[in-house]
T-cell receptor, first 113, second 113 residues
């Protein structure tokens, strides 16, 4: 069965600092990987996705993520965090032939001025 | 704005009642997925429809049912409601039936009193 682990429940960073949110997945085949962001009271917005090819993927709002098969990881990064990035971030895994996405428990990001 | 719409935004009801949540997918998308987000269970896949047919089932209770209509909008019916059904219910849509990118609506927040 697929599973996704986001080890950090809550992270606080200062505005302008760099950010890395961790995501580890468990799946036997090649996964499809996603990062979504949920602002308070809002739905889930897709930040970026990885299906195949270049393991470093660029997303919206200046985010990027790197797929590392050997570590079963898909960490999300941003070089300089803005106050508007405060939100909850979800990593999700899917796979060819499977309909549903499996989500991690989320990481809540707080940005200090 | 993902292009997925959900109504109503908020719903307050009593235990034992029945409610219907509505979702309209993005233009051109044939698949609709329903997810439940609760504090204790996180984001859980409930059910998927593709072009009017049920394609996958997740952790959906027997008291819950869904359908997709010829115009591709979908409804999630929740009956005999319990306090524990209080959650945020998301609809997502995608072009085909596989695990490619799913776009999420803003959600319906259900409160059962």
């Amino acid at each position: 069965a697929q599973s996704v682990t986001q080890p950090d429940i809550h992270i606080t960073v200062s505005e302008g600092a760099s950010l890395e949110l961790r995501c580890n997945y468990s799946y036997g085949a090649t996964p499809y990987l996603f990062w979504y962001v949920q602002s308070p009271g809002q739905g889930l917005q897709l930040l970026l996705k990885y299906f195949s090819g270049d393991t470093l993927v660029q997303g919206i709002k200046g985010f990027e993520a790197e797929f590392k098969r050997s570590q079963s990881s898909f960490n999300l990064r941003k070089p300089s965090v803005h106050w508007s990035d405060a939100a909850e971030y979800f990593c999700a895994v899917g796979a060819r032939g499977r309909r549903a996405l499996t989500f991690g428990s989320g990481t809540r990001l707080q940005v200090q001025p | 704005d993902s292009g997925v719409t959900q109504t109503p935004k908020h719903l307050i009801t009593a235990t034992g009642q029945r409610v219907t949540l509505r979702c309209s997918p993005r233009s051109g998308d044939l698949s609709v997925y329903w997810y439940q987000q609760s504090l204790d269970q996180g984001l859980q896949f409930l059910i998927q429809y593709y072009n009017g047919e049920e394609r996958a089932k997740g952790n959906i209770l027997e008291r819950f049912s869904a359908q997709q209509f010829p115009d591709l909008h979908s409804e999630l019916n929740l009956s005999s409601l319990e306090l524990g059904d209080s959650a945020l219910y998301f609809c997502a849509s995608s072009v085909t039936s596989g695990a490619e990118t799913q776009y999420f609506g803003p959600g319906t927040r259900l409160l059962v009193l």
